[in-house]
């Protein structure tokens, strides 16, 4: 039993406990403080990670405070190690610290002795004078004997270091206690001037913040991950982890001087295309000096402490849950897709992470990462799948004469393109679409199309008759302007007799012979008043409201594309074209008018949802507080009939 076991100092070295005792017994070798502390004459301790430390503690005096893990976390140098090493690893060199078999834990740790093996010389003069004085003796400080550590933390001052005598040295195996070491009277110390002062600083710092932390929870894999997440934060590697060698090789070298790396022993083999700083973020099983991770940390301009605290997790895309961008889905702009329906994969075009995240009405969108800002949660990349949902809605629109193809788009959340695309894929009829109308055909029969049975032939001559007379009335139109007029016919005769109304066809050539002689002048009026009465007669249809623009205006009119290209000819049109059409905001405001009726005439009281929903005001809500307004004011109304 050791009854005079010295109480280790604050931050002291194991190694300086042991030397300290060795002092009290007034032992001369090693093998005495061996056999007292170990049992065993013949034992070697290890400076950095001592070994045995089981046996030592059953060998003091019963109700000491002494356990493995605090002596390990408070005097050996493993705290040091620890975040840098293989979480493998770390479990199984605290185990052989506590054991007592030969000492295989330098091995494990991975480190060859050579420049990084320690032995404790260097000290603090304040520190000395400061122990002297608490504790009437000095000892080793655990931090000031880090290879690469040349201040102490606590006053910034340059380390000394003893000199071993030649008889020490030769004397391997004795404890050398700092007090018998240092100089009762120190000489007279002169701050060392270091061009590499604050790098040195900055490692010194952080040393001890190692040793005081002891951080068992990360480890080397996580650490890896980090440093390639700041590499391509800064350029230097891609996102999936590939460095640029050459470009990280050059800012480093400007970053620090060869010189200084030299004296920590970390230059870098510039012919070797693997040097320590090209492996460090990429082998997890290879163990590094700290030192080596503190410069790459510094370098990527972290703290240690603001390092280990990063999140290795990069979240390209920000925290789930992600927008349904689906405006046809209940949970529109919500946040209602989990990380579970996101995939994570990498555009190989542009070497960026991208997402694909799926609702569950079936509208699928990637998103090519990483998101700058916020808002970018509400944009996709690229819409994968529209889903049935959106697919029956596009089916439902396509199908209402009333409305256009902006509108459809606009309903739907894509350009017109976009429609045409999806119409065409799920198998809606040509050109059906193309050129809807808001205004009344002239006075036709309804009727259904069904191209298998063969026409009535006396339908067929009246449609023919009337195809006829309407190309000869409007002698400028062209095909588009008849089948905005006569709609139903056109739709009639492309179904049942495609080659009759392809025959029949206004000509092309009269219509553009016809705009450029047009004396423009002249029609400027009637143009206007035309313009002026249709905006009205769109206003006053009773039915689903059609946006007022100059479009659906002009298209109605002769010459619809001579107009507007000559519109800088036609003042009068131009002015009451500006006077007629509506903004968008304007037009919705008139569907939500709209739509209070149809739910008055329904007897109906909708919540604000269905009325959202029915209307297809989604966006046009979110974008104008007038819509609000109008929302809320409609169901007033309607509450209150
Ligand atoms: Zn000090
Ligand atoms: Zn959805």
Not at 468 to 488: A, F, M, Q, W
Not at 511 to 518: G, K, L, V
Not at 614 to 631: C, K, M, P
């Amino acid at each position: 039993m050791i009854c005079n076991f010295p109480t280790p100092h604050p931050g002291e070295i194991l190694y300086s406990v042991y030397a300290r005792y060795s002092d009290r017994m007034q032992y001369r070798s090693a093998p005495a403080v061996m056999q007292d502390l170990y049992g065993d004459k013949g034992k070697t301790v290890n400076v950095s990670f001592p070994n045995g430390l089981g046996r030592l503690i059953n060998n003091l005096p019963p109700k000491h405070n002494y356990t493995v893990g605090g002596l390990i976390d408070n005097h050996t140098m493993l705290p040091f190690y620890e975040p840098f090493l293989p979480a493998s690893r770390i479990a199984l060199l605290r185990n052989l610290m506590e054991a007592n078999q030969v000492n295989s834990a330098p091995s494990v740790v991975g480190l060859r002795t050579g420049p990084f093996s320690i032995e404790c010389t260097r000290f603090c003069p304040r520190c000395v004078e400061e122990d002297r004085k608490q504790f009437s003796e000095c000892y080793w400080h655990r931090v000031h004997q880090i290879p690469g550590i040349k201040f102490c933390p606590s006053h910034k001052m340059y380390l000394q270091a003893c000199n071993i005598s030649a008889e020490e040295s030769r004397n391997g195996h004795r404890y050398l206690s700092a007090e018998r070491m240092i100089d009762k009277n120190l000489p007279v110390f002169s701050e060392e001037t270091n061009m590499y002062k604050d790098d040195l600083w900055k490692l010194t710092l952080d040393a001890f913040w190692l040793l005081k932390n002891h951080t068992t929870t990360t480890h080397l894999a996580t650490i890896q991950k980090k440093y390639l997440i700041l590499l391509n934060d800064r350029g230097l590697a891609t996102y999936r982890g590939n460095i640029y060698t050459s470009k990280l090789m050059q800012a480093f070298q400007q970053y620090y001087d060869s010189t200084f790396l030299k004296s920590l022993h970390c230059e870098l083999n510039e012919s070797a295309r693997d040097n320590w700083l090209l492996r460090l973020p990429r082998n997890s099983q290879v163990v590094y000096h700290p030192i080596r991770h503190l410069l790459l940390i510094h370098f990527l301009g972290h703290t240690v402490e603001t390092f280990l605290n990063l999140s290795s997790e990069q979240k390209y895309f920000g925290g789930g849950p992600w927008p349904c961008l689906n405006p046809i889905c209940d949970h529109f702009r919500e946040r209602c897709i989990q990380e579970s329906d996101v995939i994570y994969t990498s555009s190989s075009k542009h070497d960026k992470p991208k997402a694909i995240f799926a609702c569950n009405c079936g509208f699928t969108y990637s998103r090519i990462g990483p998101d700058p800002l916020e808002e970018t949660l509400f944009q996709a990349s690229r819409i994968q799948q529209f889903g049935p949902i959106w697919e029956s809605r596009l089916r439902e629109l396509w199908e209402d004469p009333t409305i256009t193809l902006s509108q459809i788009a606009q309903s739907l959340g894509v350009n017109r393109l976009t429609v045409k695309r999806q119409a065409k894929k799920i198998g809606l009829q040509f050109p059906g679409h193309l050129h809807k109308t808001a205004l009344p055909q002239a006075p036709q029969n309804n009727f259904d199309i069904c191209p298998e049975q063969t026409p009535d032939l006396a339908l067929l001559e009246r449609y023919r008759t009337m195809w006829l007379s309407t190309r000869e009335k409007y002698p400028e139109d062209l095909v588009g302007h008849l089948n905005c007029k006569i709609h139903t016919t056109y739709k009639w005769l492309y179904a049942h007799d495609r080659e009759w109304l392809r025959s029949h066809y206004p000509t092309h050539k009269s219509s553009r012979n016809a705009s450029r002689n047009r004396n423009w002048e002249q029609a400027d009026e009637q143009i206007a008043t035309e313009v002026r009465s249709y905006a009205l007669h769109i206003k006053n249809s009773s039915g689903k409201p059609t946006w007022i623009t100059s479009t659906s205006l002009l298209k109605n009119i002769s010459q619809f594309s001579s107009i507007r290209a000559n519109i800088h000819k036609l003042p009068l049109t131009a002015q009451a074209l500006a006077e007629v059409t509506e903004t968008h905001e304007a037009f919705v405001i008139r569907r939500i008018h709209w739509l209070v009726e149809c739910y008055h005439l329904e007897q109906v009281v909708p919540t604000r949802r269905q009325f959202i929903m029915r209307g297809h005001f989604y966006l046009a809500h979110e974008r104008w507080t007038s819509v609000q307004i109008a929302i809320t004011d409609a169901l007033s109304q309607l509450s209150a009939n």
